[in-house]
């Protein structure tokens, strides 16, 4: 189930975890791999398929607020319509909140946070009324429930104890697209230090904390008042929270400000960055952190679970609140000649994510 996927293929993380994950499955030999889209992205995201338009099904064009509605309530009484040459489909796998009711197949479902239960007013209010409901619904009906970490896993459990035998963890991978990207130079940052958060805006990303350490850095270090934070991520899509030093920073030129930045031009900003920040009180995984190693980038993350659980002691790890100790770390990493960890070797592979998805989904011998 991939309608959220634009035509470009490319926004936030889980368009990146769906897009990756469908192209590791259309590699195996023992997968006929399908996809559902919207209309508008039906016929570009056919590449992902081998180019092979029978397999792929659009959704009906509709209004954002109605896919929702129709891919839990409408689409299991369409999937006849829909399956295979051979016959029905095998597994139905929502990567994003939803898997559709009454399916008739076996269903699985990608569980990336729990943060629509755990902090629902970073949402716009039409999302908390048409998700809350049927993701927990779409919870307790999948047969099989894949999270993107231990940490996601528990707070899962935290509010749905009877699914612990259908919840297994498929750690993420950074994408290949990403790592094979020829480093192009982001020129508003290109010859100076600069410090790197990768994410939206939404408040439980914590940018506020970042933003007002980086001011005390400056502020307290002339030999660093060059420095710059860029804040590279999706357009807005809610509510968002820079805390108090954002205006001053961004009219001083202290902080730089990046949407829709390609492949290219991110893998540079990892490998050129003084320090990448990772301040956020709550995620589901944390795929920066992850990028940031996998490209040998200095990295300090905030204490909670899932930063902590992809980062291990490879990242600095700091009380999401604390201002003066992001402060410290940040004069820290620039610093003349502060050290910088090597890429890592074998960083994870998307083939490794899908075999382990399909061993999560198929039903037991």
Not at 35 to 43: C, D, G, K, V
Not at 121 to 132: E, N, S
Request: glycine share 8%; net charge negative; with cysteine.
């Amino acid at each position: 189930m991939a309608s959220h996927v634009p035509a470009s293929g490319r926004l936030g993380g889980i368009v990146r975890y769906t897009v990756e994950l469908a192209k590791a499955l259309e590699r195996r030999d023992d997968v006929e791999l399908h996809l559902l889209t919207s209309a508008a992205a039906a016929q570009p995201l056919a590449a992902l398929v081998g180019g092979d338009a029978s397999r792929v099904h659009a959704a009906p064009a509709a209004a954002d607020t109605a896919l929702p509605a129709w891919e839990r309530w409408v689409l299991g009484t369409r999937l006849g319509g829909l399956g295979p040459a051979g016959g029905a489909f095998d597994v139905v796998h929502g990567v994003k909140h939803l898997v559709p009711r009454a399916a008739g197949v076996r269903t699985a479902l990608t569980v990336h946070d729990m943060v629509l239960a755990d902090r629902p007013q970073d949402f716009p209010l039409a999302k908390r009324v048409l998700l809350q409901r049927p993701y927990a619904a779409s919870i307790r009906q999948a047969d099989a429930l894949v999270c993107v970490s231990e940490a996601t896993r528990a707070a899962l459990l935290a509010h749905h104890p009877q699914v612990a035998d259908r919840a297994a963890v498929v750690l993420s991978a950074t994408s290949p697209a990403l790592l094979g990207a020829p480093a192009a130079p982001v020129p508003q940052l290109a010859g100076r230090r600069f410090g790197l958060v990768v994410g939206d805006s939404s408040p439980r990303k914590n940018l506020a904390t970042a933003v007002s350490a980086w001011a005390r850095a400056v502020d307290t270090h002339p030999e660093h008042a060059d420095a710059a934070l860029a804040l590279v991520g999706p357009p807005p899509w809610g509510e968002e929270a820079y805390g108090p030093d954002h205006a001053r920073l961004v009219a001083s030129g202290h902080l730089v400000q990046l949407q829709g930045v390609d492949d290219g031009a991110l893998r540079w900003c990892y490998e050129n960055a003084a320090v990448v920040l990772a301040p956020s009180l709550v995620e589901g995984y944390g795929l920066p952190a992850q990028e940031a190693l996998d490209l040998g980038a200095p990295l300090v993350t905030s204490l909670d679970p899932a930063l902590v659980e992809v980062s291990g002691g490879a990242a600095r790890h700091v009380a999401a609140t604390d201002v003066g100790a992001w402060a410290d770390a940040v004069v820290e990493h620039l610093a003349p000649g502060a050290p910088r960890p090597a890429p890592r070797a074998h960083p994870r592979t998307w083939d490794a994510v899908a075999a382990e998805t399909v061993r999560a989904v198929l039903p037991p011998p």
